[in-house]
């Protein structure tokens, strides 16, 4: 065969939809990754400058006497028990001492087994029983309609009714048992009915729960770190001139060099005949979830003389130089969980040295933001970058 007779070799057009689409994936991509940059670049916790807010004895000397008493640290205004609701062994205990928990979380198991067949059962008796009343309802409709045209009397329509009457109350009763059957299926998750902290576990896997078992009582305890109170045993001397709403100081071996602040919440509220004492109970405003129940502390409680009237006492105070001011309207950054929230001051009254007596919104070991961030909005995520001294 000549050459000019050999067949020639087509060389396909390139795919130009195909390239097209390729590109638009490479740019789509890149816009995407840019998108996702900018989104994580603006929602990345901003840092900021902080102090704190401290408590100071205002005035040359406390006009009155000062009371001091042991106490121990408790849950405010009680703790939170978690008790099993069904009897049964414990097959799993998720959670222990010191755990922070959420409400709804499960703390331990119960062996559902047991539940699971009761509840399979009152399944099938509850199916039974609406099988039964759907059958009498359809004879009821029946014998209405016979005695419409004459063929059935009116004793038939009562003979029906009645055995309605009894079907339907028998679905009935069947719902309820096997509604109680699936709650207790559910109960064999034991689950924290609160956020909190739990401080006492009472049980172990494989021990058994309820009536007259091993631990009929909570297996669980639970308190509120941010809730906390002392409980203190003042002696019976000093117990008359202790009254609500008295400041009170609280120290803890566990922080040393640090006070915490409280109010009397109830004085003299029950007697210890052999240590000759009466219990007082004290509300703290600055625990930031750091002390637990059952911790030893030192109490002391200030007492005004009958002198005491504009006399010194513990205020919160707040660096003049982190107060926030729009007019007559003072104002401070504060971090909230992570976040920056505004606090109005009140009435805050200079001292004279460079602070401000902060009258109300503000507690003691407050994080305070400096005021240079003030143009961030409220609820911007924020984190320390310094804390002045």
């Given at each position: 065969?000549?050459?000019?007779?050999?067949?020639?070799?087509?060389?396909?057009?390139?795919?130009?939809?195909?390239?097209?689409?390729?590109?638009?994936?490479?740019?789509?991509?890149?816009?995407?990754?840019?998108?996702?940059?900018?989104?994580?670049?603006?929602?990345?916790?901003?840092?900021?400058?902080?102090?704190?807010?401290?408590?100071?004895?205002?005035?040359?000397?406390?006009?009155?006497?000062?009371?001091?008493?042991?106490?121990?640290?408790?849950?405010?205004?009680?703790?939170?028990?978690?008790?099993?609701?069904?009897?049964?062994?414990?097959?799993?205990?998720?959670?222990?001492?010191?755990?922070?928990?959420?409400?709804?979380?499960?703390?331990?198991?119960?062996?559902a087994r047991p539940f699971e067949k009761a509840e399979q059962q009152a399944a099938g008796a509850y199916a039974m029983a609406r099988a039964d009343s759907a059958q009498a309802r359809l004879q009821h409709t029946l014998a209405q309609a016979r005695f419409s045209?004459?063929?059935?009397?009116?004793?038939?329509?009562?003979?029906?009714?009645?055995?309605?009457?009894?079907?339907?109350?028998?679905?009935?009763?069947?719902r309820g048992v096997w509604e109680r059957a699936a709650l207790d299926v559910e109960r064999c998750s034991v689950v924290a009915p609160i956020d909190g902290v739990i401080f006492e576990r009472r049980v172990e896997p494989g021990e058994r729960i309820g009536g007259?078992?091993?631990?009929?009582?909570?297996?669980?305890?639970?308190?509120?770190?941010?809730?906390?109170?002392?409980?203190?045993?003042?002696?019976?001397?000093?117990?008359?001139?202790?009254?609500?709403?008295?400041?009170?100081?609280?120290?803890?071996?566990?922080?040393?060099?640090?006070?915490?602040?409280?109010?009397?919440?109830?004085?003299?509220?029950?007697?210890?005949?052999?240590?000759?004492?009466?219990?007082?109970?004290?509300?703290?405003?600055?625990?930031?979830?750091?002390?637990?129940?059952?911790?030893?502390?030192?109490?002391?409680?200030?007492?005004?003389?009958?002198?005491?009237?504009?006399a010194a006492r513990t205020q919160v105070v707040v660096p003049a130089d982190c107060v926030v001011r729009d007019g007559s309207r003072a104002t401070v950054l504060v971090m909230d969980g992570g976040r920056l929230r505004r606090v109005d001051l009140g009435e805050?009254?200079?001292?004279?040295?460079?602070?401000?007596?902060?009258?109300?919104?503000?507690?003691?070991?407050?994080?305070?933001?400096?005021?240079?961030?003030?143009?961030?909005?409220?609820?911007?995520?924020?984190?320390?970058?310094?804390?002045?001294?």
């Amino acid at each position: 065969m000549s050459r000019q007779n050999a067949p020639t070799t087509m060389i396909p057009p390139p795919n130009r939809r195909a390239t097209r689409l390729f590109a638009f994936g490479v740019w789509g991509g890149a816009i995407a990754g840019a998108f996702a940059l900018v989104v994580f670049w603006l929602g990345r916790p901003q840092p900021v400058a902080i102090t704190r807010a401290v408590a100071r004895e205002l005035g040359s000397s406390f006009a009155g006497s000062i009371v001091q008493a042991p106490g121990w640290i408790e849950a405010r205004p009680y703790a939170t028990l978690v008790p099993g609701l069904v009897d049964g062994t414990v097959t799993s205990v998720k959670a222990i001492e010191g755990d922070a928990v959420k409400a709804g979380q499960v703390l331990a198991t119960i062996d559902a087994r047991p539940f699971e067949k009761a509840e399979q059962q009152a399944a099938g008796a509850y199916a039974m029983a609406r099988a039964d009343s759907a059958q009498a309802r359809l004879q009821h409709t029946l014998a209405q309609a016979r005695f419409s045209v004459g063929e059935a009397a009116q004793v038939d329509i009562d003979l029906a009714t009645a055995q309605l009457a009894r079907a339907e109350g028998a679905e009935l009763m069947a719902r309820g048992v096997w509604e109680r059957a699936a709650l207790d299926v559910e109960r064999c998750s034991v689950v924290a009915p609160i956020d909190g902290v739990i401080f006492e576990r009472r049980v172990e896997p494989g021990e058994r729960i309820g009536g007259d078992m091993e631990n009929e009582g909570a297996m669980f305890a639970l308190f509120d770190p941010a809730k906390v109170q002392v409980r203190c045993d003042v002696p019976l001397a000093d117990a008359g001139s202790v009254l609500p709403g008295q400041l009170a100081e609280v120290t803890v071996d566990a922080f040393k060099g640090r006070t915490f602040h409280g109010t009397v919440l109830v004085g003299g509220f029950r007697a210890d005949i052999a240590k000759n004492t009466l219990q007082v109970k004290i509300g703290l405003d600055d625990a930031d979830g750091l002390l637990r129940p059952d911790t030893l502390t030192r109490v002391r409680i200030m007492v005004p003389g009958s002198s005491a009237a504009g006399a010194a006492r513990t205020q919160v105070v707040v660096p003049a130089d982190c107060v926030v001011r729009d007019g007559s309207r003072a104002t401070v950054l504060v971090m909230d969980g992570g976040r920056l929230r505004r606090v109005d001051l009140g009435e805050a009254v200079d001292t004279g040295d460079g602070w401000l007596v902060a009258a109300e919104g503000i507690r003691p070991g407050e994080v305070l933001v400096h005021p240079s961030h003030a143009s961030l909005p409220d609820g911007t995520r924020i984190t320390p970058k310094e804390e002045a001294p």
